[in-house]
């Protein structure tokens, strides 16, 4: 049943909540305004003592294709079948942590928590995967597979009794980019490099599908198409992702410790090792040319460039600038501003946005 607070806009804002699951972690906060008020982290594992996680920030596809000293990520263990109740529980964890939160909130400041109309509003939730948007259905999330063809939103709505919006996680993080910017700009482009890489176009606030691949990434973000162009864990050759993901870098550069990771890439880089160095140069190559190739389809006035590879390795985008600096203009390429919180905050914000309406 919908219990939806009698909101009084004129005195308080919308008490709105963003999620952000992620293949290994999974983020909850409450969103006032662009301000995360306050953030709940937990390993997404532990939202379902069913759910089939036998892995540390790998890949499915990835770690299924390729073996585990060329991806850098530690191998995803072979899937066993999960029971059907696996993903009621997940989306039960979610709403269980969006409570805690907000009880949280409440004994530390009842002035504004325990007050009239303070109560959640709507919930926005950032899938890594596909999905229904009207349904709020989940299609098909690579590395949560218990989650394809749940109705996630439904079941977090009867939990929480809100309303609740569904979206991917790349379109969460590009409109969490996109809301923070004053002014906003009419046609925006945001880059995700993360574990996998994922791009949002919006244009004039609505987002734009870029070729809509479902199984493979965009051909717009192939960036090799030579011979020699690596294959990608989408089944196509010489994508962004096998160039300027962080498990792609890590490979590029020759560490095959499975407890590797970006800073310990950043760490040799600094100290001048080659193999780091052509790693990070191949890499802000790469996205110089997909950001061209981006520049040449929707001509955006904006793109930021954000994702954990960023916050790791922020050196990647001054050389990236430069490489689209003649075609492009250097000037419209930027870090993103949000960090880790630009998903729970598109999400919060989307979730705000369709109840307005
Ligand atoms: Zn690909």
Redesign the pocket.
Known sequence: MESRCPLSSEHLENMIVGIDIGATWTRVGVVTGMRVERVHRCRTAELSRHAPFAFVGGRAAATQQEPFASTGFPPLARQAPHPPSTAEEFASGLAERVRNLLAEGASASPATSGHDGQTLTAVGVAVPGTIDRASGVVMRAVNLPFLDGFPLADRIAQSLGCPVTLLTDAEATTWGEYMSLDPRPARFVHLRLGTGVACGILIDGAFVPLDEPRA??APTLIVDRSESARP?????RG?L??IASGPALLRLAGFDDPLSDLAMLRQRWLQGDRAARVAIDEAAAAIGVALTALHGRFRFEAVSIGGGVIAHLPELVAPAREAVSPTVGGQRVRTARLGDNAGIVGAAHAAENSISV
């Open positions: 493979t990434h990608c864990a989408c089944g196509l994508c992702e096998t």
